[in-house]
């Protein structure tokens, strides 16, 4: 029963800092998507129950990065308040070593290995998915919301469009300038004052209906021009290829596949080494993301219990630290795997093993000394007792 009362106070400790890391990271993370989706919802008309949803279907890929990071700096800040105020030092000294004060933080480190797995290999797909099919649905039914006044806009396949002018409200555009090159290897150009996207839900398609303008055609075999006035012209919009988007009828990029979608993949395009390499990076990364629970725990004892003064300032410094040398050496071993200078295993899972080693490494130094310590401290201590006695 003491144990477990020990056990909760440790994790009570944990509980305070790693909620706050957790909640400003996540924060941070995302205010940058926050201001570009105020501008879609405010300038553009974008609904904001839509604004809503692509902050959901973020949410668990911000989650995958943050849990770890905020498990390392709530071992490191935890662990140094005990340790600074000498709670180690006497949980120690009641004869606990640092293999069992480690429960408790082991038991959090399984519980967020389990949440950040299941992020990573099965909401993390599906929301970068649902996000895509998100953001396509947007930009069909209010294509405005991706074209900007006296900037020309090759997101339509096949046209180049500029709109001198774009109202704040983003009904209309005024001044607009179009290079139609779909019908042949000379481009059509169509001038008009004022253009309307009118989208439709049902077919799911956008035109571009333009007013007051005119065509202009040149055909330099024949060396010849052609003009012709109208009071309305209509264009068909392709925006399979728009804002980067594809169709739900198009295969998943290897960000939105499951393991087993994944895994299939790969051994249907094994002659493809380029994009195998890439699955076979995403496939890795699924297992060695989360994994980052298990090696930062792991690191965050030994760190947090050197801590002796301003145990909050100095869990947070070591733990900016450690996370800035993890995901370092992961970038460089990702870029160095795409790029097919290494294997997968080796550029993926070296960094892991790396940081596994040294967290282990640390630890067993740690439980030495602390063993050591609490011998001499007992011994002194009961000395003195008996001096006291005797007096």
């Not at 941070?28 to 809503?52: A, E, F, P, S, Y």
């Not at 069992?100 to 082991?106: G, M, N, Q, V």
């Not at 929301?127 to 919301?145: E, G, W």
């Not at 799911?204 to 202009?216: A, C, D, K, P, Q």
Request: glycine share 8%.
């Amino acid at each position: 029963m003491k144990l477990r009362i020990i056990d909760r106070y440790i994790l009570r400790e944990l509980s305070a800092p790693f909620f706050a890391s957790l909640s400003a990271m996540t924060f941070v993370l995302l205010l940058g998507r926050i201001l570009q989706l105020m501008d879609l919802m405010i300038n553009k008309g974008i609904q904001i129950t839509d604004i809503g949803k692509l902050i959901l279907f973020l949410m668990p890929y911000f989650l995958l990065f943050t849990i770890p990071i905020s498990l390392l700096l709530s071992i490191l800040i935890g662990l140094g308040r005990l340790a600074s105020d000498n709670e180690i030092l006497i949980l120690r000294g009641a004869g606990l070593s640092l293999y069992r004060l480690a429960y408790p933080i082991a038991g959090a480190a399984v519980l967020a290995l389990a949440v950040t797995m299941s992020l990573s290999l099965f909401f993390v797909p599906r929301s970068n998915y649902a996000t895509k099919n998100l953001l396509f649905s947007i930009v069909r039914q209010n294509a405005s919301a991706g074209i900007k006044e006296k900037v020309f806009n090759g997101n339509f396949r096949g046209l180049l469009l500029y709109a001198s002018h774009i109202p704040a409200h983003g009904n209309f555009m005024e001044g607009v300038l179009v290079s139609d090159n779909r019908l042949g290897k000379e481009p059509n150009t169509i001038v008009a004052e004022r253009g309307y996207l009118i989208s439709d839900p049902k077919s799911m398609s956008v035109s571009l209906r333009m007013e007051n303008g005119s065509t202009h055609t040149v055909d330099m075999k024949r060396k010849s021009y052609r003009k012709m006035d109208f009071t309305s012209y209509d264009i068909n919009l392709d925006l399979e290829a728009s804002a980067g988007q594809r169709s739900a009828s198009v295969a998943k990029e290897s960000m939105e596949m499951t393991p087993g979608e994944l895994i299939a993949n790969i051994r249907a395009q094994k002659g493809d080494k380029v994009a195998v390499r890439e699955m076979a990076v995403e496939l890795n990364r699924k297992f060695t993301i989360p994994l980052t629970c298990l090696i930062f725990a792991l690191l965050g004892i030994p760190l947090g219990i050197r801590a002796r003064k301003s145990g909050k300032t100095r869990g947070l410094t070591t733990g900016i630290i450690v996370v800035l040398l993890y995901y370092l050496a992961q970038l460089g071993g990702t870029a160095l795997t795409e790029t097919g200078k290494i294997s997968v295993w080796i550029g993926l899972w070296f960094p892991n093993v790396m940081f596994t080693l040294a967290g282990t490494y640390l630890l067993v130094l740690s439980a030495q000394e602390r063993e050591r310590g609490v011998y001499w401290q007992g011994r002194f201590s009961s000395f003195f007792r008996q001096v006291k006695r005797s007096k």
